[in-house]
Every structure is written in C-alpha cells, then in structure tokens.
C-alpha cells in the first residue's frame, strides 16, 4: 500500500501523493540524496498501457530537451512499474487558481504566452522527432494529451508531461470510440488518427480556457465526453485573435498553423498589437514553488 512514510523502493521515501489519474498515482519522494523527485506508480496490470509512455520518455531522457519532463529512471516492485521523474512545482492548472485567487483574474496573455512558447517549443520538437523504438517509419510525433494538468512548471520552466498517448503522425490510434481529453482532443483523434497539427489544436484550447476562462466555451463544452462538436464560441473570441484562433481550431489538420510556434508567435504579436505604447502596468506574476504559490496556496494534483 502506498502510504507517506513508506519506502516502496528501497532509499525512496514517499512524502504526499500529489495526484492520481487513469494511468496511476504520482508521489513525491526523497531520493538516496534527499532530493526530492516525483514517482509516478503505474499498476502492473496497465503494464502494457505504459509501455508506449516508458518507450517514449526513454528515449526523450536522452536528448534532454529542457522543455519535456526528465525521466531519471525506471524501476518495479511486485504490483508496480514506477517512473521516477523530476518533481515540479505545479502545472498551469495551479497557475491558473493562484491568478484567481491573488487578483480575480485568468492568466494574462502576455504571462501565458511566455509560457506557451517553451510547450510550444517542446510539442514542434516532437513534431520532427524519428526515435528507433518508437516510430522509425512515421514523420514524427504528437502528444495528443496536451491539456493544462499536462503542462508542468519548475519555476518560470515549463515541461511537456504524461506521454501515455503519444503517437506517430502516421499511425492509427485506436479502432473505436474515442480518444484524448475533450475538449483539447481534436477532432482527427476521434477519427482514429493523429496528425501534424493535433498537438497545435489542444494549445489553442488550452490557451483559452486559461486567458479567457469558460466565457469562449460553449456551455455544453465538457471535460468528461467526446464534444458534438467545436467547444467554442467564436462570437466571444477577442476580435484581433479570431483568424489566428479559428485557423489553429480548423477541422482539417493540414489548414491550421504550420507550426506550433508559428501559433504562438501570431497571438503575441496580436496581443502586443493592443498594447499601449506607454504608462500601460504590468500585473505582479503569482509564482508555484515546492507545491504552494506566493499566497501558500496548496497545490491540487499534478495528473489526471
């Protein structure tokens, strides 16, 4: 049983759980060196379900892109496969409850989108990406889970985290019913497939959900069922943003932005478009460190 105190893997000391999902519970730990790492327990009856999320951050840990979550190491005990990986100090989710807690307000855009970027970066990185254990035939990856619970701080660091449906642009991903978290997911996903782009359409929502909260999602928009259809409302996107909005949304990948960045670089030269050229204030940045932020506001849990 996993419990705070125990030593499930011998010289690693669990100190809280700090979430729990489908796929598992994940923990904070000291290391041997009383360092403090994140084990993510994934139950070996999923073992094949974690296969392609060991396969995939394998490989990533070694090329160490400072924009994906590091995997130290991987090891087992009778009833789980462990991941031992870096411990952040929240995820954009977090973020997003200390701005409306410490000033009532969602994430700016012009905070979001610094942060957005280095996803960005990370995601079109993927998008490029041969690994001989993965996809050595297909162009490259998607990560088809890109949400905000995903998407990990350490310090002003952000880290693309849970690989468990990465997949390659030319593979199909499931045969029936659907896949992904609505309403990130998008709509090739529920066809079976990822493709170049499927990553960009999760940024946008992402980037509006945090920026603009639920006023551009329509009120059926769900987190816990395939959507009928697009979760947002375009009369209620900001007028400058909406052609770059609705091109990163369009139902067919092949029409959306050609790169991640390319999306990001859009919405901040729209949003500093809107700027005042002087006198405008700049609003103080809430902060998550060690799993509070500057209120001591509790961290909730960092999976799904």
Partial sequence: ??????????????????????????????????????????????????SSEIRVLRDLSQLRHPNIIHLHGIQ?????????????????????????????????ADHL?????????????????KLPSVNPTSRGLQHCDVKPSNLLLLGDTLKVADFGLCA??????????????????????????????????????????????????????????????????FTKVRERELPIITRALHPHAGSRWPTCR???????????SNLPQTGFHVRPRPKLRNGLHSAAFAIPPLVR
């Fill in 113 to 129: 989108l610094d942060l957005l970027e280095q996803a960005a970066d990370a995601l079109d990185f993927l998008a490029e990406l």
């Fill in 1 to 50: 049983m996993l419990e705070a105190g125990s030593q499930p893997i011998p010289g690693y000391q669990l100190s809280r759980r700090l979430g729990s999902g489908a796929f598992g519970e994940v923990w904070e730990a000291k290391d041997p060196q009383a360092r403090f790492v994140a084990l993510k327990f994934i139950s070996v009856r999923e073992r094949t379900t974690a």
């Fill in 262 to 272: 390319a999306f990001v670089q859009a919405l901040r030269d729209a949003s500093q």
């Fill in 168 to 233: 390659g642009t030319s593979w199909q991903t499931h045969r029936s019913g659907w896949r992904g978290t609505p309403p990130y997911a998008a709509p090739e996903l529920f066809n079976g497939h990822a493709a170049t782009g499927t990553d960009q359409f999760a940024l946008c929502i992402t980037f509006l959900r945090l920026c603009s909260g639920e006023r551009t999602f329509w009120s059926g928009a769900s987190d816990d069922a395939p959507p009928s259809g697009m979760p947002i409302d």
């Fill in 76 to 108: 087992a005990t009778s009833q789980h496969i462990v991941l031992n990986m870096e411990r952040a100090d929240g995820n954009l989710e977090d973020l997003h409850r200390a701005y409306m807690e410490e000033t009532g307000k969602n994430i700016p």
